[in-house]
């Protein structure tokens, strides 16, 4: 089944900064991969997604990039604020079905 | 839009206790929910996927006679702990897909926080 592996657990930058998370997946059958956002004592919220036919998606401050055959994904934040603190989720699947999600990534925006 | 209601927020019960969420799609019909638990500072982990009129499909692991899972309706799923104990106290965080087709992501409810004393 499919594995996903995510990068890194705990993530500092000052505000104004770029954050950079990476997650790679194992299962080649897998085509579509969202990134989740949770707030202490909140359900993950969807900030940005992407299906294996795209090699990048933006989405104003947040953009996420593909690579299939290195079997990885990264989200990327640019002009971090300090709302962005929360953690992150990566997660990998086929589209429709169940989900296998990435330890989650803590950021820590600074101010 | 894509709303998705979790109920209660929070459960604090004694052990032996069986314990019911609901979880409620809002503005949209899903016929697959999904359940996951999560541990403190941990990631989300699937449980079941519910389906719409028929059974649920477990993940490994998982006892099917221990969580419950009902799916009656295209807009809501429960999840039963039955005889519940301290082992369960967690946080479980249900989802749903818009049936509606195209590209519809999972949405999910701000979860339950199951505390057996």
């Known amino acids: 089944g499919e594995n996903v592996e995510q990068h890194p657990s705990t993530l500092s930058v000052q505000e104004g900064d770029s954050a950079v998370i990476k997650c790679t997946y194992s299962d080649s059958a897998s085509n579509y991969f969202p990134w989740y956002k949770q707030e202490l004592g909140k359900g993950p919220q969807l900030i940005i997604d992407?299906?294996?036919?795209?090699g990048e998606k933006k989405d104003q401050r947040i953009a996420v990039t593909l690579n299939k055959t290195a079997k990885h994904f990264s989200l990327h934040i640019t002009e971090t604020q300090p709302e962005d603190s929360a953690v992150y989720f990566c997660a990998g699947g086929v589209y429709g079905n169940k989900l296998v999600f990435g330890a989650g990534t803590i950021l820590r925006v600074k101010s | 839009g894509a709303v998705v209601s979790q109920h209660p927020s929070r459960v604090i019960c004694k052990s032996g206790t069986s314990v019911k969420i609901e979880c409620r799609s809002l503005d949209f019909q899903a016929t697959t929910m999904f359940w996951y638990r999560q541990f403190p500072k941990q990631s989300l982990m699937l449980m079941a996927t519910s389906n719409e009129g028929s059974k649920a499909t477990y993940e490994q692991g998982v006892e099917k006679d221990k969580f419950l899972i009902n799916h009656a309706s295209l807009t809501l799923s429960t999840l039963t702990v039955t005889s519940a104990h301290p082992e369960d106290s967690s946080f479980y965080i249900c989802s749903a897909r818009d049936s509606a087709g195209g590209n519809q992501p999972q949405h999910f409810g701000d979860g339950t926080r199951l505390s057996i004393l």
């Open positions: 992407i299906r294996s036919n795209v």
